[in-house]
């Protein structure tokens, strides 16, 4: 069974840090692209930072570039969102998805940045 298994958000203050991780079973995982997306209350969900499936391209928002970091570990199937120089702007659910053939979405991660 796929399975995409989110963790790591939390609360944190303006300026601090958080690592989310996505772990991927049921499926293989390396010739899958992963990305990660947030949908904050009343906005749509947008595609914050994605990586190729060799982990080789990568791509951003622009209002995260430079602040998150996404990265991939082919032998623990965990693809990560390094989030540093939060802002309050961030807050949002987190979604990591798989992209091939099919698509799969995790349940999602709360992030909440506030003082």
């Known amino acids: 069974q796929v399975q995409l298994v989110e963790s790591g958000g939390g609360l944190v203050q303006p300026g601090g840090s958080l690592r989310l991780s996505c772990a991927a079973s049921?499926?293989?995982?390396?010739?899958?692209?992963m990305s990660w997306y947030r949908q904050a209350p009343g906005k749509e969900r947008e595609l914050v930072a994605a990586?190729?499936?060799?982990?080789?391209?990568?791509n951003y928002a622009d209002s995260v570039k430079g602040r998150f970091t996404i990265s991939r570990d082919k032998t623990k199937n965990t693809v990560y969102l390094q989030m540093n120089s939060l802002i309050p702007e961030d807050t949002a659910t987190y979604y990591c998805?798989?992209?091939?053939?099919?698509?799969?979405w995790g349940q999602g991660t709360q992030v909440t940045v506030s003082s």
């Open positions: 998805k798989a992209s091939f053939v099919h698509d799969y």
């Open positions: 049921g499926f293989t995982f390396s010739v899958y692209d």
């Open positions: 990586i190729s499936k060799t982990g080789v391209r990568t």
